[in-house]
């Protein structure tokens, strides 16, 4: 069964540096995607990043990008020059393929972030 | 288009009531889930829908809890009768084919007193 697993539930961070939450995932499917979305306190979820099983290059979104590890399960946010409209719960997401066109996406337990001025 | 759309954003009832919360979700997506959250215990996925067809709702936590997907633009998820173990936010999203990143409404907040 697939498995999400984040374990840093919390993590304070000075502004304009760089931060690295953690992903970890468990998966027999050799076809999967990644996500990660960001839920700042007003509550909406926002997706920030997509990383493909079978992609060669880490996905990059502006000041984001995924430090993906294949053979380590892993699956890092990366965000570089932190700002204080970073400071939310993020949560590593994933979906697989499967061999049916139907499947469900299933998230970590989340990280929250907060940065410091 | 407006994104996905929940109602009522906010709700608070009484332990007993029937509550039913609604998504329109977004036109052309043929995924959608619904979700609910807790400090407890995060983000489960109670069940999601292909086509309009339930595929798997394992996570439904009981019998108290049911979700109809009548038409495409519209889905609901209703607990009957509610408890206030139920109090969560609760999330729809949804999704186009392939690996597409699914799209989340606003969240209904319920509160069961």
Known sequence: AQKITQTQPGMFVQEKEAVTLDCTYDTSDPSYGLFWYKQPSSGEMIFLIYQGSYDQQNATEGRYSLNFQKARKSANLVISASQLGDSAMYFCAMREASYSSASKIIFGSGTRLSIRP | ?113
């Open chain 2, 1 to 113: 288009d407006a994104g996905v759309i929940q109602s009522p954003r906010h709700e608070v009832t009484e332990m007993g009531q029937e509550v039913t919360l609604r998504c329109k979700p977004i036109s052309g997506h043929d995924y959608l889930f619904w979700y609910r959250q807790t400090m407890m215990r995060g983000l489960e996925l109670l069940i999601y829908f292909n086509n309009n067809v339930p595929i798997d709702d394992s996570g439904m936590p009981e019998d108290r809890f049911s979700a109809k997907m009548p038409n495409a633009s519209f889905s609901t998820l209703k607990i009957q009768p509610s408890e206030p173990r139920d109090s969560a936010v609760y999330f729809c999203a949804s999704r186009g084919g392939g690996f597409t990143e699914a799209f989340f409404g606003q969240g209904t907040r319920l509160t069961v007193v």
